[in-house]
């Protein structure tokens, strides 16, 4: 049963990986720029979402996911379930940066959900912060993350449709539009 878990749980890393990977590529992060991430480990593994936690699912999502972030530069914020009102942990540097504030929870698998849990745990000096207006989103498993990205949100295909058995729907963010019928716009940020 353990090597049936690990060989789901690299399955998983990889998907995790390539799916921030294109989506860094599409969205045009820059460094300094938050990407939230919000991830059900029960809906990756074929459960309805809040019925099965699993550390080691969110441990490989982490670990497909951050790495590709720390080399570019860009914050995660790890969104929370609904026991914590879907606050975020993310790296303290970049509440600082954003000039968030700090609220006083420490993740759980049953409270705050096993991803966030592990973001908790691999982050240097993790901290917990309530909203952000990330500039682009992974959603993995419905766990509604449009709450924490800047307006204007737009949906943004990868060639995965989904992580293990969980949905994954993904965002950027654009500036909005101003100036009506003779605005002209730069191109670059459309």
């Known amino acids: 049963m353990e090597e049936m878990e690990e060989v789901f749980c690299q399955k998983i890393r990889a998907q995790a990986e390539q799916a921030v990977t294109e989506l860094l590529d599409l969205a045009r992060l820059e460094e300094g720029d938050i990407l939230v991430v919000g991830c059900s480990s029960s809906e990756i593994a074929g459960d309805k979402i809040g019925t099965h936690s699993s550390p080691a699912v969110a441990e490989a999502v982490f670990s497909g996911i951050y790495p590709s972030l720390q080399r570019r530069g ?42 966030a849990t592990a973001v908790w745990n691999g982050l240097e000096t993790p901290c917990a912060v309530e909203e952000v207006r990330a500039r682009a989103g992974l959603d993995i498993g419905g766990t509604l993350i449009g709450m924490h990205l800047a307006p204007v949100a737009v949906p943004v295909r990868l060639s995965l449709s989904k992580i293990g058995q969980a949905v994954l729907i993904c965002a950027r963010t654009r500036p909005k539009f101003i100036g009506g019928e003779r605005a002209h716009y730069q191109e670059s940020l459309l």
Do not use: M, T, W
């Open 74 to 115: 860009v914050y995660l914020a790890a969104q929370c379930c609904e026991h914590l009102n879907r606050a975020l942990i993310l790296e303290d540097e970049a509440r600082r940066a954003y000039r968030l504030e700090r609220v006083n929870v420490v993740p759980q698998p049953k409270a705050g959900g096993s991803f």
